[in-house]
């Protein structure tokens, strides 16, 4: 049966870029970021967990800041490379159905892996940069959506790399301009040679890297061009959601505000003044946000430890931080022990050697080592034992 002229099928492609040489070293290098970025994702989602069966180090305190970084550097850079890929490949998706039932339903089903492997892993490429643009389209939960899409394009990507194996070692040990493996009618040349193809995909990749990777390494800031948070703001380091934004301006700046420190029935409640005549500490640790950018601040303020002493906690104490903001998933959080016990952990009341500013969570925030930025409680209110 013949196909009608119009419907283009894999044989209206006839440019000879669109090979297994080329998509085999590509595919390669998008495996490669899709694993970084997978790896590094359970990181992050583990952190998150309010239960730790294996409770989550506090070092070293750049630790979550590294990880983080390069999942959003390595989810970044799979961006052209899956652009690239798909170009290579979507011919292929075209070949006309076969006639045989045997081989239709083996077509099929690697269709359908196909079908789950490209639609996870464009939704993940795209809520994650949705996500550190913080544009928020959609109704569902980013953070458990993303992780279990995850699951869907590693899953398919395992099998995609299993069925794909020989291919990719045959054109990997060849060649690139090599053409066993080529569609029959795939012969015309391009306005690139195929190694040029290649060093164009590299070069974007990297050019995509170089202008996002500021957001986390320092000596990158100044040619990042894209990244969506450039390492300034007040006191050295940037802000995620401001005072205002938050609606705590007018309860933060309340001269009456007090910290309630609360053990079961025993509480106490500090100002600023009576927080500020505590023995005082400094630690210079990073603020690592989800969202991949990340910045090193010198805090100052009361160990956590030593405020838990005045209401006689216990070691193994965990606690539960309240903001003033008065809703908002970050409103509350979790400290696992392992934070409370680290004398690192403290209440900072001051940053880069000033009193805190109201948008880097004055009158007084949380600040522990290798934490989650979006757990690292702004805002202070209450800070309570867990029975
Ligand atoms: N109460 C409260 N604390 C918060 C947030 C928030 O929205 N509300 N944002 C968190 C996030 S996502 C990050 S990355 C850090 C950023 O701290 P910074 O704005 O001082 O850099 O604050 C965290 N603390
Ligand atoms: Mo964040």
Redesign the pocket.
């Given at each position: 049966m013949k196909a009608p002229a119009s419907l283009p099928d894999q044989h209206s492609f006839s440019s000879r870029l669109r090979s297994a040489a080329i998509s085999a070293r590509v595919g390669t290098a998008l495996a490669v970021c899709f694993g970084l970025a997978f790896l590094t994702g359970l990181v992050s989602h583990y952190a998150q967990n309010p239960t730790q069966p294996v409770p989550f180090p506090t070092s070293p305190a750049w630790g979550y800041r590294f990880t983080q970084g390069l999942h959003v550097i390595s989810g970044t850079a799979a961006v052209p490379l899956l652009l690239v890929k798909l170009w290579t490949v979507y011919p292929l998706l075209l070949a006309r159905p076969s006639m045989r039932l045997k081989r239709l339903v083996v077509e099929l089903a690697e269709r359908l892996s196909i079908l789950v492997l490209v639609g996870s892993a464009l939704f993940l490429l795209v809520t994650g940069l949705q996500n550190i643009s913080h544009w928020y389209p959609w109704a569902f939960s980013f953070r458990s959506t993303h992780y279990a899409m995850a699951w869907i394009a590693i899953g398919s990507l395992v099998l995609h790399v299993a069925v794909k194996l020989p291919l990719v070692r045959h054109a990997l040990s060849h060649d690139v301009e090599d053409t066993e493996l080529d569609r029959p009618g795939a012969t015309e040349p391009g306005p690139l040679s195929r190694r040029g193809l290649l060093r164009a995909t590299w070069l974007a990749t990297g050019a995509v890297v170089l202008a996002t990777a500021g957001s986390t390494v320092p000596f990158l800031r100044r040619v990042s061009v894209l990244a969506v948070r450039s390492g300034e703001?007040p006191q050295g380091?940037?802000?995620?959601?401001t005072a205002e934004d938050?609606g705590v301006t007018d309860a933060a700046r309340d001269p009456g505000w007090r910290l309630e420190v609360v053990n079961d029935t025993r509480s106490v409640s500090l100002s600023r003044e009576e927080l500020l005549a505590l023995p005082q500490h400094s630690e210079e640790l990073p603020?690592a946000?989800?969202e991949g950018w990340s910045a090193s601040g010198t805090w100052s303020g009361v160990r956590l430890r030593d405020l838990l002493d005045l209401v006689e906690a216990p070691s193994d104490a965990e606690v539960v931080l309240t903001?003033l903001?008065e809703s908002?998933p970050?409103?509350v959080t979790l400290l696992q022990s392992g934070f409370v016990e680290d004398d690192r952990t403290l209440v900072a009341l001051g940053l880069s050697g000033e009193e805190l500013v109201l948008?880097?969570?004055f009158p007084a925030?949380l600040i522990a080592p290798n934490r989650p930025?979006?757990l690292?409680?702004?805002?202070l209110a209450r800070i309570e034992v867990r029975a």
């Open positions: 703001g380091v940037p802000i995620n959601k938050a603020i946000c989800v903001s903001q908002g970050f409103r948008d880097h969570g925030r930025g979006v690292q409680t702004k805002w």
